[in-house]
């Protein structure tokens, strides 16, 4: 049957795409319902986090992404708890079905294939798919390709046409270029905990591994933007993602605030920006409130009906409110004291107030809103479908009228190597069996 199957990847990709031999994938494709990056070809070498949420986004989004794999077991993490199967979520194994969520949630929508890197044949097969491909995404050290002898050049002698996106602790030249990192390294190195956390304690790592989430979307800006270049240039182009780069970018209050005299600190809750502007104790929770505008500030004092304020010299001014956030923070909290979370925040945002509630990620996995926006899904297994009590994020990046995302489980290791190298490549199946034997796939 291998030969029907290439004939009828030839056959569609001859017909849709007759300047250049593409492979499509049928699977996330419905009637009126076209995903954005149907027909781009990702082939992903990333491990960890930063670099397979950016190839989930493309599958996402469409783009057939061939995750690649070593042969023997596969990715790390697929052993390596937390760990879910057909008896649920659990920190130890369960089953022999069993695989790490790491990669259960984030290898959805992408195609599994095993090569061997480290074998010439290996290397060289992937010089194969790269002349058939798009995009190669990587999160290694920098220079770990170029040891490999799959760097940039070499890549681009393949294919003159292929986006390289790389993701890397500091990016792929500076002086940091060959530190190692992990995302609190980041956090520590891009100003991120210099101003998280109070003043009278130590400086704090944000509580998400918020440089390891936000590299991957400039990653995906980078690349989309690639694309769009290569459709006026012809050329193919390497995307340098530096973590650091990404998480200093999330600074821009407080570099604006420096440039004006105002060092940035440990500040709590608190901004400079804004009063109120802090966290506050209900009867049942926090609920969280901003006051940037004078507006805001009118709003909230008649929500309180403390209206009586707004003569106070104290609380003229945004300046003034600041010299007085303490007694600002004290009207606030004897207000909210009296509520519940949801009275308080209810009666807030009808006053337009801008406020809400401080939800925990047990209340965000049973929050309506979420749900509703198809932000809470469920994390299928490839061979057990919806897994109980095992929930995960949906697609982010959304169109009006339109509904696409993570709509096929995470593969099991090697489940498309006859499709993608007996279709993509067109090796019969004696081949397979040989490169199979050799462990090189």
Known sequence: ???????????????????????????????????????????????????????L???????????????????????????????GASMSRQTEDDIGLMVLHRARNKKSITLNLR???????????????????????????????????????????????????????????????YDPIIQAASGINSVTGFADHPP??????????????????????????????????????????????????????????????????????GVPFNVYHAQDGYVSICAVSAQN?????????????????????????????????????AWIGQHTVEEAVTHLQQNEVPAGPVLSPAELVEDAHLIERDMVVDVPHPRHGALSGVKGFGMPIKFVGKSFGFDQPCPEVGQHNEEVYGGLLELDAGQLEALQAKGVI
């Open 1 to 55: 049957m291998l030969w029907l199957t290439s004939l009828a990847v030839k056959l569609g990709r001859a017909l849709l795409f007759p300047e250049q031999f593409r492979y499509t994938n049928s699977s996330s494709h419905t009637e009126g319902n076209v995903k954005p990056l149907e027909g781009l070809i990702v082939l992903d070498l990333t491990r960890f986090l930063a670099g397979p949420y950016c190839t």
């Open 57 to 87: 986004l493309l599958g996402g989004l469409g783009a057939d992404v061939m995750k690649i794999e070593p042969p023997q077991g596969g990715e790390a993490h697929r052993n390596r708890a937390p760990f879910a199967g057909p008896q």
């Open 119 to 181: 074998d010439p044949q290996g290397t060289a097969l992937f010089k194969q798919l790269v002349k058939k491909a798009d995009v190669v995404v990587e999160n290694f050290s920098p220079g770990t390709i170029d040891k490999m002898g799959l760097d940039y050049e070499t890549l681009r002698a393949c294919n003159p046409r292929i986006i390289l996106c790389s993701i890397s602790g500091f990016g792929q030249h500076g002086p940091r270029r060959n530190w190692r990192a």
């Open 204 to 273: 704090a790592r944000c509580g998400a591994a918020i440089s390891d989430t936000t590299a991957p979307l400039f990653a995906l800006i980078g690349i989309l933007s690639a694309l769009q270049l290569r459709e006026k240039t012809g050329s193919g182009e390497w995307v340098d993602t530096s973590m650091q780069d990404g998480t200093f970018f999330l600074l821009p209050d407080l570099i604006e605030h420096m440039a004006a005299g105002l060092a940035p600190e440990r500040r709590g809750n608190t901004h400079p920006g």
């Open 297 to 333: 500030w009118k709003s909230l004092l008649g929500a309180l009906n403390r209206e009586d304020l707004l003569d106070d010299p104290r609380f003229a001014n945004l300046q003034q409110r600041m010299k007085y956030r303490d007694d600002v923070d004290a009207v606030v909290q």
